[in-house]
């Protein structure tokens, strides 16, 4: 079984940052990649970016969620999601997941194998 944790959500202003962390953790037998995803209330779950271990690519929607990055460090099967001049548009619960399947299709929530809890971002004035 493998946990994984996000934490970084809170309440910004807009224009403002955040950074949010997420790691896996647990029997990790192979581990190809992890994503964010995010959801706002009456919406559908939509990908907002992903990190491929194998060769440190990382993988952004067709349309960009805003100055959003990701980065990643395998060894500690940590990534983190850079976020800045954040919108009220912005404002969702950010999960992250973990995957297993060697698949160019992170944008994909069937890809992957476990998820996290959430953490609420809200962009407010």
């Known amino acids: 079984q493998v946990q994984v944790v996000e934490s970084g959500g809170g309440v910004v202003h807009p224009g403002g940052s955040l950074r949010l962390t997420c790691q896996a953790s647990?029997?990790?037998?192979?581990?190809?990649?992890m994503g964010w995803f995010r959801q706002a209330p009456g919406k559908d779950r939509e990908f907002v970016a992903a990190?491929?271990?194998?060769?440190?690519?990382?993988y952004y929607p067709n349309s960009p969620k805003g100055l959003f990055t990701i980065s990643g460090d395998g060894a500690k099967n940590t990534v983190w999601l850079q976020m800045n001049n954040l919108k009220p548009e912005d404002t969702a619960i950010y999960y992250c997941?973990?995957?297993?399947?060697?698949?160019?299709?992170?944008?994909?929530?069937?890809?992957?194998?476990?998820w996290g809890q959430g953490t609420q971002v809200t962009v407010s004035s």
């Open positions: 990190f491929s271990w194998k060769d440190s690519k990382t």
């Open positions: 647990g029997q990790i037998f192979h581990s190809y990649a």
């Open positions: 997941a973990f995957t297993s399947i060697e698949t160019t299709n992170l944008n994909w929530p069937v890809m992957y194998d476990y």
